[in-house]
């Protein structure tokens, strides 16, 4: 199995940033795409950024110009940097991946989550 585990969430101000981190553990074969996605509340999920193995990336429009998505594959982790956070970034934020594990089919896995909250 894969676990998929977010920090970095917080309460922040308007105009603040935010480093949010994913790092991927388990029996890891091998690890595909990697993204965020944020759910507010009443709202449906949706795509924050993603990020291939070959470091092509995605954005949405609503935050483009404004966050940024890396990955250190050495590290199975993805990392998401929001800066001029707006209050309508306020979320829950999660991560997911595709990946392989040791004896299972490829799959899409997802962490728990983090809360970030941009308020003054």
Avoid: H
Avoid at 6 to 13: A, K, P, R, Y
Avoid at 19 to 24: D, G, Q, V
Avoid at 52 to 68: I, L, N, Q
């Amino acid at each position: 199995q894969v676990q998929l585990v977010e920090s970095g969430g917080g309460l922040v101000q308007p105009g603040g940033s935010l480093r949010l981190s994913c790092a991927a553990s388990g029996s890891i074969v091998s690890i595909g795409a990697m993204g965020w996605y944020r759910q507010a509340p009443g709202k449906q999920r949706e795509l924050v950024a993603i990020i291939t193995t070959g470091g092509s990336t995605k954005f949405a429009d609503s935050v483009k110009g404004r966050f940024t998505i890396s990955r250190d594959n050495a590290k199975n982790t993805v990392y998401l940097q929001m800066n001029s956070l707006k209050p309508e970034d306020t979320a829950v934020y999660y991560c997911n991946a595709v990946a392989g594990a040791a004896g299972v089919t490829t799959g899409l896995y997802w962490g728990q989550g983090t809360q970030v909250t941009v308020s003054s």
